[in-house]
């Protein structure tokens, strides 16, 4: 199947060539051979020529633009050097503290995103099959026009505003309030279907939803468990600490994973399990582990409560339970217990391959309690190193762009709104107006989580009644959002033709533009790439960067807080949207939005950011120790790189930010922690406060609960407060506390606002307290499901009936043998428009391919480079290449997710707009991917689903 009929012939058919050129051969040299996609004119009439003389470079002065890379969130640095407003060069920042210099085939590759030619160059609409352009001032109108006829009809529930991990925080900080502001909670973005289950099992285990240590901490780690994670390809240059360690402390690397991957060619030991038995997995290292007393039983005694309770779960869990789930071998899991119990303080690192599950938040939640167990959590070394993976994947979900939170974790209840309509400076009750007054199952919408992004299908194709929202979804904005990464595909194009108008606001046009089988009512809106505007990002260490604009705008390309305020006028929300941001032109003020946030975002410590301390840091590079990210010398002296939140009270307290949470063996003016006090103070009877246990330097010296103004006057420390935080602080605590007096004092006095309290290992508000073993809805061990059946279907979860029961009792395993999982390559990102679109990396990778093991292939009758067809049980088929390898079993079939532009054997390459189609298409993965959905958070199962594969005629 050629994917990419632009590359010459010669190139398609040399057979070493089938599955695109190979990383060997392309890296053999930097000249690209003849007939390949950056060598063969797609890049521009002329641009390839014979060697000639040099002549004169340009005299204009060259400028240097700091900037990070705009692909995962490692966060490396950029310098970036532009003439005559063109970026000509690029190079990995060598004195940058987190990539040191270092760049994956993506990151050296974005100067041509900067100036790539696929991109949208003007806002169009589709008209009776065909691409037409409108200016900007005609799309804004029409727009506006429609969702305003909309909510008139059918309330602001049934616009969908979808947002983007590739906003700036500031970005997507505006964008939620302006979603909040129209009058919905259905905002939603990519990390409800990458680490959503993540932000909820932690945050509910320990008080914070987000990696503990960092990157560069792992230099410190003596033991690494990687399950869900292929790092070597998903997050390259995080690798580089990983090495680091394994070579300077002989940190013993394990590799969990279905498949083995790149990440486990650099392991010690190798694990192979079955997908889906991540909770049977952790649950038999624990049975050796306690069983052999290696548990740290004074660090649980003192920091963690329901252990006990865990105990007896585990005890359900011998080797030989074990090895039926899983796979593994007693001695397999003995050795790796024993070596995870030998080798401390150790981490664990996971991404999607844990997360993307219907029992996700019970896998995130059992990592969480294995490190708990060896004691390794707030330690240097230890932790749950969470690899995001947009490049703001986690400011964006810090700034709210949920459809269950405010910015900072906020929550929608009626005191989480009162905060922040003071933090805007709007009327609450104007604010409250803007909602769907009319009550749904018990609840208002404004207090109701909106529909996840993991189902805004099923909120246009599901019947009304059977929703918890006035009507369905009528209008999408699809803002900085890969549709393909997302399952049910065949499904998604029907919700699509239902829509009344479709809005695609990207530099790219995307695969939503030309998958949904519509002739009109499709808007696609240029915006900006973050190389031509400028702001912070956070890294997934929760490291704030600023970025430099390296260019202007391209085209008639358009930042996206400019297209969020040209919304708003239009819709009449600017002046409540910039009542306190300056506006310049149509463009709010990125400083000022930092301010903004800076003043209402106590609960996970964006206070103490100011925009001056932030680009300080960028400008300092050099500053920051490569292991600890302490700053030595310079006006950051102590800082830790990027201020990583919490960084406490506002910003002239000057705290340094929290390099690794929990860590007691520091005062918290310094960046120690305990465990934050956010599950109550007492339960059965036990204490779930700390015992024994405080940061350096809390004169309270034990367990204490979150702090208020009645608590400060309690311990005679209100007097501490000036009289104008006195005035502020009266009847408010530490999260709404404008002031931030509360903050200070608690500080002063050596305590963490948060209180100090135990990390639970039984959460009582999940449909399972305590992790358990669920089957997949679709599985092939049908033997296990009446011991280990899922849940019963639910009548609403998120406003929509979700179902369980219902789809495991199909049974499909006869049809459907072959468990089928995705995941990344090194050379693509996410859905991968942008990457695909991009000559240098398309080179590297050609060809959508399933891999299918060596025995079924033979079994099949398949060779390597065979074109073949996956089916789903849903419907759902792919014509793809087959690469036959040992990377998976028999019983597992791989393929990535970053490919779309071809639909069920349809080549869609003809309804994008003339420019704009990528260099390669390919099918998407999830056009089989099936139902499955968590029960706390909707997130989409992705890693475990059943499929068939056939040769193709």
């Not at 869609?908 to 089989?928: F, I, K, M, Q, W």
Request: aromatic share 10%; proline share 5%.
């Amino acid at each position: 199947m050629r994917l990419n009929k632009k590359i010459s012939d010669q190139s398609l058919d040399n057979p070493h060539n089938r599955l695109g050129v190979s990383r060997r051969g392309f890296l053999k040299g930097t000249t690209l051979a003849a007939g390949g996609i950056a060598a063969s004119g797609l890049l521009g009439k002329g641009m390839i020529r014979p060697a000639e003389a040099a002549t004169p470079r340009s005299s204009a002065p060259v400028e240097i633009k700091r900037t990070i890379c705009s692909h995962c969130s490692v966060g490396c640095g950029v310098y970036a050097h532009v003439q005559n407003g063109v970026w000509t060069y690029q190079e990995a920042a060598f004195d940058h503290p987190i990539n040191k210099g270092s760049h994956c085939a993506k990151g050296a590759a974005l100067r041509h995103h900067g100036h790539s030619s696929r991109r949208v160059k003007y806002p169009m609409k589709l008209e009776g099959g065909q691409w037409k352009r409108l200016s900007w001032e005609q799309a804004i109108n029409e727009i506006g026009d429609k969702v305003e006829s909309i909510r008139a009809e059918s309330g602001p529930d049934s616009v969908y505003w979808l947002g983007s991990a590739k906003f700036n925080n500031e970005q997507a900080y505006l964008f939620r309030k302006f979603a909040s502001l129209w009058g919905t909670n259905n905002v939603d973005h990519q990390a409800r279907i990458c680490h959503s289950t993540t932000v909820a099992g932690v945050a509910n285990t320990w008080g914070y939803g987000a990696m503990t240590n960092s990157y560069n901490d792992m230099q410190n780690s003596k033991s690494i468990l990687f399950i869900g994670s292929n790092a070597a390809e998903a997050h390259p240059v995080s690798m580089q600490h990983t090495l680091i360690a394994k070579e300077r402390n002989n940190c013993k690397i394990v590799v969990a994973d279905p498949r083995f991957t790149r990440t486990a060619a650099h392991a010690h030991q190798y694990v192979r399990i079955r997908p889906g038995s991540d909770v049977a997995y952790v649950w038999g290292l624990l049975w050796h582990i306690f069983a052999n007393s290696w548990e740290d039983t004074e660090y649980l005694a003192q920091r963690v409560y329901g252990m006990d309770e865990i105990r007896e779960e585990v005890k359900q869990f011998p080797p030989e339970v074990v090895e039926d789930i899983t796979g593994v071998d007693e001695q397999t899991m003995y050795d790796t217990a024993k070596l995870l119990s030998d080798h401390r303080p150790g981490c664990v690192v996971w991404c999607m391959g844990g997360t993307q599950h219907t029992t996700g938040n019970n896998n995130t939640r059992a990592y969480c309690i294995l490190e708990l167990a060896l004691g390794n959590v707030g330690k240097e070394g230890g932790g749950a190193n969470i690899y995001r993976g947009h490049d703001n994947v986690q400011g964006a979900t810090d700034f709210g762009v949920l459809s269950n939170s405010l910015p900072g974790y906020y929550g929608l209840a009626e005191g989480s709104w009162k905060h922040w309509a003071r933090v805007w400076d709007v009327d609450f009750d104007w604010l409250k107006a803007r909602f769907d007054q009319d009550e749904h199952r018990g609840s208002v919408p404004m207090n109701a989580t909106g529909i996840p992004v993991s189902r805004w299908v099923d909120g246009v194709l599901e019947d009304p009644d059977n929703m918890s929202q006035k009507d369905r979804i009528r209008a999408m904005f699809y803002w900085g959002h890969a549709v393909n990464s997302q399952t049910r595909g065949p499904e998604m194009r029907e919700a699509m033709k239902q829509l009344d108008m479709m809005v695609i606001v990207d530099p790219y046009p995307t695969v939503a533009a030309v998958m949904n089988d519509r002739t009109d009512g499709v808007y696609l809106l240029p915006a900006c790439t973050q190389f031509e505007t400028y702001g912070s990002v956070t890294a997934s260490n929760r490291s704030i960067q600023w970025r430099d604009k390296v260019i202007e705008p391209h085209f008639e390309s358009k930042s996206d807080h400019e297209i969020i305020y040209l919304l708003a006028k239009k819709l009449g929300l600017a002046d409540e949207l910039v009542k306190n941001i300056q506006v310049n032109g149509d463009e709010p003020l990125i400083e000022d939005i930092v301010r903004e946030y800076n003043r209402g975002m106590w609960t996970i410590g964006y206070t103490g950011q100011s925009p001056e301390r932030l680009k300080y840091h960028q400008q300092n590079w050099h500053a920051f120790d490569f292991t600890s990210l302490r700053a030595v010398g310079t006006d950051a002296h102590n800082d830790f790189y990027g201020l990583p939140w919490p960084c406490w009270g506002t910003p002239e307290m000057k705290h340094p930010g929290t390099h690794i949470l929990y860590n007691t063996s520091l005062p918290v003016k310094d960046g120690g922690l305990g465990f934050r006090a956010n599950f109550g103070v007492e339960r059965n009877g036990e204490t779930l406060l700390a015992e024994g246990s405080a940061p350096v330097g809390n004169e309270i010296g034990d367990g204490h609960p979150e702090f208020t103004a009645d608590m400060l006057k309690q311990l005679g420390w209100w007097g501490d407060l000036t009289a104008e935080e006195q005035a502020e602080a009266e009847g408010k605590n530490w999260k709404t506390d404008l002031s931030g007096g509360i903050q200070r004092v608690a500080i002063q006095h050596g305590c963490a606002p948060f209180g100090n309290g135990k990390a639970r290992t039984v959460v009582w508000t999940f449909p399972d307290a305590i992790p358990k073993h669920r089957e997949p809805l679709y599985t092939t061990r049908r033997d296990l499901v009446d011991k280990y059946p899922t849940w019963d279907d639910f009548d609403d979860l998120f406003r929509l009936p979700t179902l369980y029961k219902s789809i495991q009792d199909r049974d499909t395993s006869a049809e459907f043998p072959i468990i089928l999982t995705s995941g990344r390559l090194v050379e693509y990102e996410g859905g991968g428009d942008e990457t695909r679109s991009n000559p240098w990396l398309a080179e590297l990778q050609q060809d959508m391919f399933v891999e299918i093991n060596p025995f079924n292939a033979n079994t099949l009758r398949i060779a390597d480079g065979d074109t073949v067809w996956v089916y789903g049980p849903e419907g759902g088929k792919v014509r793809v290449k087959a690469l036959v390898t040992n990377r998976v079993d028999r019983n597992v079939a791989f393929m990535p997710f970053h490919f779309g532009g071809e639909f069920q054997g349809e080549d869609l390459r003809g309804r994008y707009p003339e420019g704009s189609d990528p260099y390669v298409l390919g099918e998407a993965v999830n056009t089989v991917t099936t139902y499955g959905y968590d029960p706390v958070t909707l997130m989409q199962e992705t890693k475990c689903t059943v499929c068939r594969i056939e040769k193709a005629a």
